[in-house]
């Protein structure tokens, strides 16, 4: 079982930066892939920004140019960083976490989501 707690988010001003994090804990033997997808209202949860844990990073084309990741692999924490955010950043964010199990399965897990809120 991994347990996700996220921090950071709220309300950023437009072109303002916005700094996210998500540490893991629980028993695992490893976590494979790591970091955020993101979700407005009515519409499907999108994968915006992982990781794995040898560094392979898959940028989503919103995340593209104004985001970074950056991940703690002996923490167990991801650290997602943004700039010149705009309104249509505005979305709940989910830290995600691929981990491999102690019963040598893997098994996908989400954080409770943060709001971020871009004011105009």
């Known amino acids: 079982q991994v347990q996700l707690v996220e921090s950071g988010g709220g309300l950023v001003q437009a072109g303002g930066s916005l700094n996210l994090s998500c540490a893991a804990s629980?028993?695992?033997?490893?976590?494979?892939?790591m970091g955020w997808y993101r979700q407005t209202p009515g519409m499907q949860r999108d994968h915006f920004l992982t990781m794995t844990k040898d560094g392979k990073t898959d940028y989503s084309d919103s995340a593209t140019g104004r985001f970074t990741l950056a991940r703690d692999n002996e923490k167990n924490i991801v650290y997602l960083q943004g700039h010149s955010l705009r309104p249509e950043d505005k979305c709940v964010y989910y830290c995600?976490?691929?981990?491999?199990?102690?019963?040598?399965?893997?098994?996908?897990?989400w954080g409770q989501g943060i709001q971020v809120t871009v004011s105009s």
């Open positions: 995600h976490a691929r981990a491999y199990g102690l019963d040598f399965n893997y098994y996908n897990y």
């Open positions: 629980g028993k695992f033997f490893t976590i494979n892939r």
